[in-house]
């Protein structure tokens, strides 16, 4: 995906949330534990800010957040945010430099992909508290957003914060992970202080595939969500999952460690 169609999906991704959270901003959201839609809106509203201001400023923003969010009303806030973050990025190109927290990619891209996916997942949040259907996700956003989380949340997190997984992984046997989705796959190895990330289509062609512990597999927005924690309880789930229950545990502890 190249930085045009990121900020097509996170234009679409913000005019949904906002016109779910309209629907009920006081209804509990299932997925953030303790929040309502209002806060989930005006969490969001923050993050547009706070981006912004590190693209502006180059640094982080001290203090944080601004006091005034705290009683703005949300959907305002929200479109005032979401306003000063478009206007960031259409004065910058991708490739501009921009302070991130991670490491190998200190671009405006990285803001603009991760802008895009974060509004995506959240608007999804917004969905569930509500009770409104899900909106479709472009497939290619969700392979990119799956693709996202593996190797720039988790198996960077787990290389450069690997004290943060000792409890999850210090006894982990090693096992091998093979998520399928249309048209991408990944292959996802584990082990004391290790989590990595390739594509299953890199495996050799001419040699066995590699033997795995779990497969899960499913359509680009089921898994997506499947493997952020948000699917709907009581909906029966398009995700498919083959593997011995511990492993995959260990795969979701990694990830909500990683996404904290």
């Known amino acids: 995906m190249n930085s045009h169609r990121f900020l097509a999906c996170l234009a679409d991704g913000y005019a949904r949330l906002r016109a779910v959270a309209e629907t009920d901003l006081d209804a509990a959201v299932p997925s953030c534990p303790g929040w309502s839609v209002a806060d989930l809106t005006?969490?969001?509203?923050?993050?547009?800010l706070h981006k912004s201001a590190i693209m502006r400023?180059?640094?982080?923003?001290e203090p944080w957040p601004p006091a005034d969010c705290?009683?703005?009303?949300p959907i305002p806030l929200l479109d005032r945010a979401y306003a000063q973050l478009v206007d960031e990025f259409a004065g910058r190109s991708p490739q501009d430099s921009a302070l991130t927290?991670?490491?190998?990619?200190?671009?405006v891209g990285f803001w603009i992909r991760r802008m895009a996916q974060e509004t995506v997942i959240h608007r999804i949040d917004a969905e569930l508290g509500a009770g409104a259907p899900f909106a479709p996700v472009p497939d290619d956003l969700a392979i990119d957003g799956i693709d996202e989380l593996l190797r720039i949340f988790v198996a960077y997190a787990v290389a450069e914060y690997a004290d943060y997984f000792t409890e999850i992984l210090a006894e982990?046997?090693?096992?091998?992970?093979?998520?399928r989705t249309d048209g991408a796959a990944w292959l996802v190895r584990t082990g004391p202080k290790l989590f990595t990330v390739d594509d299953a289509a890199d495996e050799p062609v001419d040699g066995a595939p590699a033997a795995v512990d779990v497969t899960v597999s499913g359509p680009p927005a089921a898994l997506l969500r499947w493997l952020w924690g948000r699917e709907r309880d009581g909906d029966p789930s398009e995700v498919t999952v083959e593997g011995p229950p511990e492993a995959v545990?260990?795969?979701?502890?990694c990830i909500v460690t990683a996404t904290q």
């Open 101 to 107: 927290w991670y490491a190998p990619d200190q671009s």
């Open 42 to 48: 005006r969490h969001v509203a923050e993050v547009y």
């Open 172 to 179: 982990s046997p090693g096992r091998t992970y093979r998520l």
């Open 57 to 61: 400023d180059g640094a982080e923003p």
């Open 70 to 73: 705290a009683t703005a009303a």
């Open 249 to 253: 545990v260990e795969l979701r502890r």
